[in-house]
């Protein structure tokens, strides 16, 4: 099974900076977009980053200028750098993988358990 973990979040202070990671492992032919998504309490899930495997990327407008997503394709690895972090911020973080299975296969989503960011006042 296609696995993915997020890591890197917490606690800061606002204006401060975070770096979460995300690791794929599992059985996966290719791993086409990475993205990253954030949900706060009674909000919808929105999309903050993605990035495909040519390295181009789109951001949420409210995260432009602040944050930074890239990836490792050699290692199956999706980072979402964080700067100047604001309270309005504060939402689980879950990253997302859109790959294909296999050669034959149709694109698959998966999904990660989320990390806690918290920005403080």
């Known amino acids: 099974q296609v696995q993915l973990v997020e890591s890197g979040g917490g606690l800061v202070q606002a204006g401060g900076s975070l770096r979460l990671s995300c690791a794929i492992s599992?059985?996966?032919?290719?791993?086409?977009?990475m993205s990253w998504y954030r949900q706060a309490p009674g909000k919808q899930r929105e999309l903050v980053a993605t990035?495909?495997?040519?390295?181009?990327?789109n951001y949420g407008d409210s995260v432009k200028g602040r944050f930074t997503i890239s990836r490792d394709n050699a290692k199956n690895l999706v980072y979402l750098q964080m700067n100047n972090l604001k309270p309005e911020d504060t939402a689980n973080y879950f990253c997302?993988?859109?790959?294909?299975?296999?050669?034959?296969?149709?694109?698959?989503?998966?999904w990660g358990q989320g990390t806690q960011v918290t920005v403080s006042s």
């Open positions: 990035i495909g495997r040519s390295g181009s990327t």
């Open positions: 599992g059985r996966i032919f290719r791993i086409n977009v």
């Open positions: 997302n993988a859109l790959g294909t299975p296999a050669p034959w296969g149709t694109d698959v989503g998966y």
